[in-house]
């Protein structure tokens, strides 16, 4: 195919993967008539890989990312479906290293098209192809439009609802690496029309926790919260704890063309005086009565969405826990730069819904990372920081006296 140009499609349901070099992070939108979302949801991509009538599929770094659409499945008024693919390294350019999109028969995987926009440069993310309702038929037309400024200025035109960063309150010990945006979607800061969040104060101590203080806290109270590192967020939404069961989701995937990385995710439990209590991880899937519960061990990472799950009841949790840090360790040993896509994000376990996420897409070559950590407030709510401090620990045992440090 050629810029421009379209096939009628020759079966219901067909799937785009997208080939280059390197990594790409691919994306599905659906767009209604006037070229724009319905909502958020409408956003297909590696962190929420299923919307109506259309999937995200990883290719766990050795195979590409594919977005598959069903057009039968495709609710009613929605008439396009975009696929887009941005580099997963930050910053790079599609120069030298262009894309190769292929439209199969998702069925039986028959090639009905292929596509390599042409002549590319300083774009950093490109609409490469479009799936589309036209008099009644469904087409496919070869795209190849360039943005300069990523998967945001895709988002934005689309949109997509892209959140401005935060100013974040200096830390009290020294910085690791700032964390690069490109890896995970949604993508990095918005024009300047975008809401700004208010800065985060630097987290409360875990002994004795401090109050929160009465202004400049986020909370839940607009949705879901995208958290920079030492950014903390009080878990109150309409002025009302939230004190359900929560998830925290932890998921990654092996580098470009890397071997499976066995990631272990945990969650470590403190008292007041930041004593250890005890550790939920793989090998120990229930702590404090079942307030806190793994699910199990993940040994490769393979796969979209979260690789393991912790469910935190925090309203069962014993007043002798007042702090959480949740880690992430290699117990196969290799080094986070090895890894793709790392995040953790906090859910409300009853309906699903995301509340705040923590995307680290910036590494360091060690073996354990402490992702995050929840601290019980005078007031009886909890408060969410993110932390993305690395340690040399393949095992949770490694990361008690760390973590308990970092309270």
């Known amino acids: 195919m050629t810029p421009g140009s379209n096939i009628p499609l020759s079966a219901a349901r067909v799937t785009v993967d997208v080939a280059a070099p390197v990594r790409l992070d691919v994306?599905?939108?659906?767009?209604?008539?006037?070229?724009?979302?319905?909502?958020?949801?409408?956003?297909?991509?590696?962190?929420?890989?299923?919307?109506?009538?259309?999937?995200?599929?990883?290719?766990?770094?050795?195979?590409?990312?594919?977005?598959?659409?069903?057009?039968?499945?495709?609710?009613?008024?929605?008439?396009?479906?975009?696929?887009t693919a941005s580099p997963d390294a930050a910053g790079q350019t599609f120069q030298g290293i262009e894309p190769t999109a292929t439209i199969r028969n998702a069925d039986d995987g028959s090639v009905l098209a292929t596509f390599t926009p042409p002549?590319?440069?300083?774009?950093?993310?490109?609409?490469?192809?479009?799936?589309?309702?036209?008099?009644?038929?469904?087409?496919?037309?070869?795209?190849?439009?360039?943005?300069?400024?990523?998967?945001?200025?895709?988002?934005?035109?689309?949109?997509?609802?892209?959140?401005?960063?935060?100013?974040?309150?200096?830390?009290?010990?020294?910085?690791?690496?700032?964390?690069?945006?490109?890896?995970?979607?949604?993508?990095?800061?918005?024009?300047?029309a975008a809401p700004t969040m208010p800065a985060a104060p630097p987290a409360p101590p875990a002994a004795p926790p401090a109050p929160a203080p009465g202004t400049g806290k986020i909370n839940l109270d607009k949705g879901r919260v995208s958290l920079q590192k030492n950014q903390t967020v009080s878990l109150v939404k309409g002025g009302r704890p939230v004190l359900s069961q929560v998830k925290m989701g932890l998921g990654w995937e092996p580098a470009y063309r890397g071997k499976d990385i066995?990631?272990?995710?945990?969650?470590?439990?403190?008292?007041?005086?930041r004593n250890h209590i005890d550790s939920c991880y793989f090998g120990k899937l229930s702590i404090v009565?079942?307030?806190?519960?793994?699910?199990?061990?993940n040994l490769t990472g393979e796969g979209g969405g979260d690789d393991e799950v912790i469910v935190v009841d925090l309203g069962r949790l014993p007043q002798e826990v007042s702090g959480l840090v949740f880690t992430v360790n290699s117990f196969s040993g290799q080094k986070f730069t090895e890894v793709a896509k790392a995040y953790c994000r906090l859910l409300d376990a009853a309906t699903g819904e995301e509340l705040v996420r923590f995307d680290l897409t910036s590494a360091e070559p060690q073996t354990g990372v402490m992702m995050a950590k929840l601290i019980r407030q005078y007031s009886g709510e909890w408060e969410m920081t993110a932390m993305g401090d690395f340690v040399k620990s393949r095992t949770v045992r490694g990361m008690v006296k760390p973590a308990a440090q970092a309270l």
Do not use: C, M
């Open 27 to 83: 994306s599905g939108l659906l767009l209604t008539a006037d070229g724009k979302v319905r909502s958020d949801d409408d956003f297909i991509f590696y962190n929420q890989p299923a919307g109506q009538g259309v999937t995200y599929r990883s290719g766990g770094g050795t195979a590409p990312d594919a977005i598959t659409v069903d057009t039968a499945a495709v609710p009613p008024g929605i008439e396009k479906i975009v696929v």
């Open 119 to 192: 002549q590319l440069g300083s774009e950093t993310a490109l609409v490469i192809v479009e799936v589309y309702l036209r008099g009644g038929a469904w087409k496919a037309r070869a795209v190849g439009q360039g943005y300069a400024n990523g998967l945001a200025g895709i988002a934005t035109d689309f949109g997509v609802t892209v959140e401005e960063p935060a100013p974040v309150a200096p830390p009290a010990q020294p910085a690791t690496p700032q964390r690069s945006q490109a890896a995970t979607p949604p993508p990095p800061p918005a024009p300047a």
């Open 262 to 273: 066995d990631l272990d995710a945990s969650v470590i439990a403190y008292g007041p005086q």
């Open 289 to 297: 009565n079942g307030a806190i519960k793994h699910s199990g061990d």
